[in-house]
């Protein structure tokens, strides 16, 4: 790699290479990846290691001279990825023991997840766990035998080494082929008897199944901090919207373990106290000390819960996590077309974090007269918080922290305002992380969606402006002709047909934004996806779904179905995609074809609920009715908006909206609980109604 610590400036710089004139197998500086459009495989272009893109190449040739395919899955914001490229891949020894002996492949996880999702899941076979870099020994049929995380080049603190491992399995695929065959057997029938196990569980008590849920929650909470779990601890977006939905059930308990966790995040390290949004997690059990990668889908996740907390609190603390995320996410993550990239890095000029860590001293320079105040406020030392620096932190909420110093409320604000301000401008002069600039349609899907919730949610129709230009960028450059939606975008569309969950995340994003809006195309695109999705994902006969299309590239054998991870599951986002079209079209299969989504995960629901919160929410819902609220009128209209986000300003669980548009004023008519009611026109009506004080007949 270039010696140049701007890694972001480098990866431009490969982009900008005019590579009409090179051979398809690079040149004496460049191996094939020179040719790759993901920031993540560019960075290993000048590696001396011949590495392939996932592909024919690759994998005739290891056929034709029977070699063993060395397969390293990675991201470009990955630290450790980071750090065995420095280590062994940029290293001529190591260089020479791979090219000698393997044929070594390449994948960015984020443009192919159908690798990574199923040599991952061999990983957890193999070794109980996971991660990323992922480095995976196999054969030219694609059959794993081996499987690997992070190794130092030599063997150091009882940890193996990456040289003696390739040196070995070099020799064992020599010498001993029949050990190799033996572990590509157990392998895969491993792989296939968990899937069996998955598929043969029968469908559990939902009652039963949520109790097991809140009390796993209840056990491993963080009643100090916060979260769950110890260090590392992640945010676990997806926790806390499923515990605010039980306290909307009567656990009031639930919503309190969500509104503190999301506190407790916000007033650490792990919040960005300058630019907005949330960093990957956190090294210890306190929010302090982050990962400090900013992902897309970390911020539309934690979007939705900040938006469902405002909901279920109203204190303006939400609001203005809603309005900091979305102001980091158009500052530093808007592409410029309309869509929104991937992620910026943890580290740079070689350091992760460095972009983001302050010595008193800049503060005090920067700041002149209020650097005291900002110091006191965010917890800044001349000793620091993190290896000699300081992490921006606020222990105290505002008001509390101006009781405990008797200062003015409004004023300490604007002064603190004033200081991040002037502190973010001093920020941005720094060398800046690398920023992944793919597009990729899953992601955008969700940030669509939380846009939209967000801006109907807290009346702000600009917030509902930024997800229909994504949206329509979306589905204007990441579509075939024919139609097949695609999985990312990056100097154009990858050939890459998109997944089940770039279908589910997208058509329920366009879901969101036309429960926002009102406005019958983005129905009408919704409509489409999932008409296309039941096609290219479902089997006809069984009922099951793929997560990989029937027209794309299979894996060399079915993995057990996905699970919420860092986003959640996409059967359960399938199910609720298909729960909600149900009820908008009055299409009363679609409910028993969301029921069938979800029945590969039943074994897996009553083993592990917390890994299935998604399906456990949607399965509580195909067991209620909906309330479903129609609109009549003229929809485009601010009044019409006043409405809708009166509406949405309650907790309304299993919420279908209608829209049935013509001339005429308009006016909301609700039906729940097996009653219909009259029409209100209002939102003071609305809110009469909801409070009981409405004359209102229901509907005979």
Same mark, same amino acid.
């Given at each position: 790699?270039?010696?140049?610590?701007?890694?972001?400036?480098?990866?431009?710089?490969?982009?900008?290479?005019?590579?009409?004139?090179?051979?398809?197998?690079?040149?004496?500086?460049?191996?094939?990846?020179?040719?790759?459009?993901?920031?993540?495989?560019?960075?290993?272009?000048?590696?001396?290691?011949?590495?392939?893109?996932?592909?024919?190449?690759?994998?005739?040739?290891?056929?034709?001279?029977?070699?063993?395919?060395?397969?390293?899955?990675?991201?470009?914001?990955?630290?450790?990825?980071?750090?065995?490229?420095?280590?062994?891949?940029?290293?001529?020894?190591?260089?020479?023991?791979?090219?000698? +002996?393997?044929?070594?492949?390449?994948?960015?996880?984020?443009?192919?997840?159908?690798?990574?999702?199923?040599?991952?899941?061999?990983?957890?076979?193999?070794?109980?766990?996971?991660?990323?870099?992922?480095?995976?020994?196999?054969?030219?049929?694609?059959?794993?035998?081996?499987?690997?995380?992070?190794?130092?080049?030599?063997?150091?603190?009882?940890?193996?080494?990456?040289?003696?491992?390739?040196? &070995?399995?070099?020799?064992?695929?020599?010498?001993?082929?029949?050990?190799?065959?033996?572990?590509?057997?157990?392998?895969?029938?491993?792989?296939?008897?968990?899937?069996?196990?998955?598929?043969?569980?029968?469908?559990?008590?939902?009652?039963?199944?949520?109790?097991?849920?809140?009390?796993?929650?209840?056990?491993?909470?963080?009643?100090?901090?916060?979260?769950?779990?110890?260090?590392?601890?992640?945010?676990?977006?997806?926790?806390?919207?499923?515990?605010?939905?039980?306290?909307?059930?009567?656990?009031?308990?639930?919503?309190?373990?969500?509104? +503190?966790?999301?506190?407790?995040?916000?007033?650490?390290?792990?919040?960005?106290?300058?630019?907005?949004?949330?960093? =990957?997690?956190?090294?210890?059990?306190?929010?302090?000390?982050?990962?400090?990668?900013?992902?897309?889908?970390?911020?539309?996740?934690?979007?939705?819960?900040?938006?469902?907390?405002?909901?279920?609190?109203?204190?303006?603390?939400?609001?203005?996590?809603?309005?900091?995320?979305?102001?980091?996410?158009? =500052?530093?993550?808007?592409?410029?077309?309309?869509?929104?990239?991937?992620?910026?890095?943890?580290?740079?000029?070689?350091?992760?974090?460095?972009?983001?860590?302050?010595?008193?001293?800049?503060?005090?320079?920067?700041?002149?007269?209020?650097?005291?105040?900002?110091?006191?406020?965010?917890?800044?030392?001349?000793?620091?918080?993190?290896?000699?620096?300081?992490?921006?932190?606020?222990?105290?909420?505002?008001?509390?922290?101006?009781?405990?110093?008797?200062?003015?409320?409004?004023?300490?604000?604007?002064?603190?305002?004033?200081?991040?301000?002037?502190?973010?401008?001093?920020?941005?002069?720094?060398?800046?992380?690398? =920023?992944?600039?793919?597009?990729?349609?899953?992601?955008?899907?969700?940030?669509?969606?939380?846009?939209?919730?967000?801006?109907?949610?807290?009346?702000?129709?600009?917030?509902?402006?930024?997800?229909?230009?994504?949206?329509?960028?979306?589905?204007?450059?990441?579509?075939?002709?024919?139609?097949?939606?695609?999985?990312?975008?990056? &100097?154009?569309?990858?050939?890459?047909?998109?997944?089940?969950?770039?279908?589910?995340?997208?058509?329920?994003?366009?879901?969101?934004?036309?429960?926002?809006?009102?406005?019958?195309?983005?129905?009408?695109?919704?409509? +489409?996806?999932?008409?296309?999705?039941?096609?290219?994902?479902?089997?006809?006969?069984?009922?099951?779904?793929?997560?990989?299309?029937?027209?794309?590239?299979?894996?060399?054998?079915?993995?057990?179905?996905?699970?919420?991870?860092?986003?959640?599951?996409?059967?359960?986002?399938?199910?609720?995609?298909?729960?909600?079209?149900?009820?908008?079209? &009055?299409?009363?299969?679609?409910?028993?074809?969301?029921?069938?989504?979800?029945?590969?995960?039943?074994?897996?629901?009553?083993?592990?609920?917390?890994?299935?919160?998604?399906?456990?929410?949607?399965?509580?819902?195909?067991?209620?009715?909906?309330?479903?609220?129609?609109?009549?009128?003229?929809?485009?209209?601010?009044?019409?908006?006043?409405?809708?986000?009166?509406?949405?300003?309650?907790?309304?669980?299993?919420?279908?909206?209608?829209?049935?548009?013509?001339?005429?004023?308009?006016?909301?008519?609700?039906?729940?609980?097996?009653?219909?009611?009259?029409?209100?026109?209002?939102?003071?009506?609305?809110?009469?109604?909801?409070?009981?004080?409405?004359?209102?007949?229901?509907?005979?």
């Amino acid at each position: 790699m270039n010696s140049s610590n701007d890694t972001a400036a480098y990866v431009a710089s490969l982009m900008a290479i005019d590579k009409t004139t090179l051979s398809t197998e690079g040149d004496e500086r460049f191996n094939r990846l020179i040719f790759a459009r993901s920031p993540y495989l560019l960075q290993h272009a000048e590696n001396p290691v011949k590495w392939y893109e996932w592909g024919a190449d690759a994998f005739n040739r290891a056929r034709s001279e029977s070699l063993p395919i060395l397969l390293s899955i990675g991201y470009a914001t990955c630290h450790w990825c980071h750090v065995m490229a420095h280590e062994s891949f940029e290293d001529l020894e190591v260089a020479a023991l791979l090219n000698r +002996h393997f044929v070594c492949i390449k994948v960015d996880r984020e443009e192919r997840p159908d690798v990574d999702d199923f040599y991952m899941a061999v990983s957890q076979t193999l070794t109980g766990s996971g991660g990323w870099p992922l480095n995976i020994f196999m054969t030219p049929d694609k059959r794993p035998f081996m499987a690997i995380t992070y190794l130092p080049k030599r063997g150091r603190d009882g940890m193996s080494g990456l040289m003696e491992l390739l040196a &070995n399995i070099a020799t064992l695929w020599r010498q001993r082929p029949d050990l190799i065959e033996n572990n590509c057997r157990g392998i895969m029938e491993s792989l296939e008897e968990a899937r069996r196990r998955q598929l043969n569980g029968s469908t559990p008590k939902i009652a039963d199944v949520t109790e097991k849920a809140l009390q796993t929650l209840k056990s491993i909470y963080d009643p100090q901090h916060g979260g769950f779990g110890t260090a590392p601890k992640f945010p676990m977006p997806i926790y806390l919207l499923w515990l605010m939905d039980q306290g909307q059930d009567g656990t009031p308990e639930a919503t309190k373990m969500a509104l +503190h966790t999301l506190r407790q995040m916000r007033s650490g390290g792990i919040w960005d106290h300058l630019g907005g949004g949330l960093h =990957r997690y956190s090294v210890d059990s306190s929010w302090l000390a982050p990962h400090f990668e900013k992902m897309l889908y970390d911020q539309a996740m934690l979007l939705q819960v900040a938006t469902q907390a405002f909901l279920a609190d109203k204190s303006p603390l939400y609001l203005i996590m809603c309005e900091e995320i979305i102001s980091f996410v158009e =500052r530093e993550l808007f592409s410029g077309g309309g869509a929104f990239c991937s992620a910026l890095d943890a580290d740079s000029e070689g350091v992760e974090g460095k972009f983001y860590l302050w010595d008193k001293g800049e503060i005090d320079a920067c700041l002149d007269a209020d650097a005291e105040l900002f110091c006191r406020y965010h917890a800044v030392t001349d000793g620091g918080n993190f290896e000699s620096h300081n992490i921006l932190t606020a222990p105290l909420a505002l008001d509390e922290f101006c009781r405990l110093h008797q200062l003015n409320l409004k004023d300490t604000e604007e002064r603190l305002e004033r200081c991040r301000i002037k502190l973010l401008e001093q920020r941005e002069m720094r060398i800046r992380p690398l =920023r992944d600039d793919k597009i990729i349609t899953s992601w955008n899907g969700l940030m669509i969606g939380a846009l939209a919730t967000a801006g109907v949610v807290c009346s702000k129709a600009e917030y509902i402006s930024r997800a229909a230009r994504a949206a329509s960028f979306i589905l204007a450059s990441l579509r075939r002709s024919d139609g097949r939606v695609l999985r990312s975008y990056l &100097n154009g569309a990858t050939d890459v047909p998109a997944f089940l969950e770039d279908y589910a995340f997208l058509a329920g994003g366009l879901l969101d934004l036309y429960a926002a809006t009102l406005d019958q195309k983005w129905l009408r695109e919704a409509r +489409h996806l999932a008409a296309e999705l039941l096609r290219l994902f479902r089997d006809p006969d069984s009922g099951e779904f793929t997560l990989i299309g029937n027209d794309a590239e299979q894996m060399p054998t079915r993995v057990a179905s996905d699970h919420d991870g860092v986003t959640p599951s996409a059967l359960a986002r399938t199910a609720q995609l298909l729960y909600r079209l149900a009820w908008i079209d &009055n299409r009363e299969e679609l409910l028993d074809v969301a029921r069938a989504a979800l029945s590969g995960v039943a074994g897996e629901l009553k083993r592990n609920p917390l890994g299935h919160l998604g399906a456990l929410q949607i399965l509580t819902l195909l067991e209620a009715e909906p309330t479903i609220a129609t609109f009549s009128g003229e929809t485009d209209t601010p009044e019409t908006f006043a409405l809708n986000a009166a509406l949405h300003k309650r907790v309304i669980k299993g919420l279908v909206i209608r829209s049935d548009a013509g001339p005429g004023p308009s006016s909301l008519s609700l039906c729940m609980a097996g009653t219909c009611y009259p029409a209100v026109a209002t939102p003071d009506e609305l809110e009469r109604f909801f409070q009981g004080k409405s004359p209102l007949a229901p509907l005979s």
